[in-house]
T-cell receptor, first 110, second 113 residues
Framework: GEDVEQSLFLSVREGDSSVINCTYTDSSSTYLYWYKQEPGAGLQLLTYIFSNMDMKQDQRLTVLLNKKDKHLSLRIADTQTGDSAIYFC??????????FGSGTRLLVRP | DVKVTQSSRYLVKRTGEKVFLECVQD?????MFWYRQDPGLGLRLIYF???????EKGDIPEGYSVSREKKERFSLILESASTNQTSMYLCASRPGLEQETQYFGPGTRLLVL
């Protein structure tokens, strides 16, 4: 079945860039998503990319998609302490269901 | 703004109790979803609903049932709660199948003793 994998933990210094990586298996995914979860809260959609795009930029966020390698990344420029959270990558399967990765915990050090 | 609300943020129940988790969305969305979130496992889909009175099993439906009598409300039912159902439960809704995103509620943290 479909699978989405992410590294579990990333630590960066405030002001640096963060890059969170994700690999997925379903090549028919139409959309791929990045969600953010702050402590004790639900998931908040950060951004998404349509599968026929290579890159999408939205303020401090840049999403890169390599369809050949089934690799998705999220870059956060000028990372702030408020960016500390868990980030989930998700792909959409052929039944329009979302398949989530296990989440990457981002820690931003002052 | 889309709003998805869940009836409780925290719940403590005993093994064998019947548990109802309620989710309400106010944007006339057709699709609603129930997930559970466990450390290191990400989100796993329990059940979803494409429309009123319709339901489909997700990846881990065992031990759960659902009810969608009204479009805005999707209930998750644990018929006889067990300790391995201690988890964070997240509800989500989506306008329609080909819309691009799901909107999540704040979650219900359930502890089964």
């Amino acid at each position: 079945g479909e699978d989405v994998e992410q590294s579990l933990f990333l630590s960066v210094r405030e002001g640096d860039s963060s890059v969170i990586n994700c690999t997925y298996t379903d090549s028919s995914s139409t959309y791929l998503y990045w969600y953010k979860q702050e402590p004790g809260a639900g998931l908040q959609l950060l951004t998404y990319i349509f599968s026929n795009m290579d890159m999408k930029q939205d303020q401090r966020l840049t999403v890169l998609l390599n369809k050949k390698d089934k690799h998705l990344s999220l870059r956060i420029a000028d990372t702030q302490t408020g960016d500390s959270a868990i980030y989930f990558c998700a792909e959409e399967d052929s039944s329009y269901k979302l398949i989530f990765g296990s989440g990457t915990r981002l820690l931003v050090r002052p | 703004d889309v709003k998805v609300t869940q009836s409780s943020r925290y719940l403590v129940k005993r093994t064998g109790e019947k548990v109802f988790l309620e989710c309400v969305q106010d944007m006339d969305h057709e699709n609603m979803f129930w997930y559970r979130q466990d450390p290191g496992l990400g989100l796993r889909l329990i059940y979803f609903s494409y429309d009123v009175k319709m339901k489909e099993k997700g990846d881990i439906p065992e031990g759960y049932s659902v009810s969608r009598e009204k479009k805005e409300r999707f209930s998750l039912i644990l018929e006889s709660a067990s300790t391995n159902q201690t988890s964070m439960y997240l509800c989500a809704s989506r306008p329609g199948l080909e819309q691009e995103t799901q909107y999540f509620g704040p979650g219900t943290r359930l502890l089964v003793l």
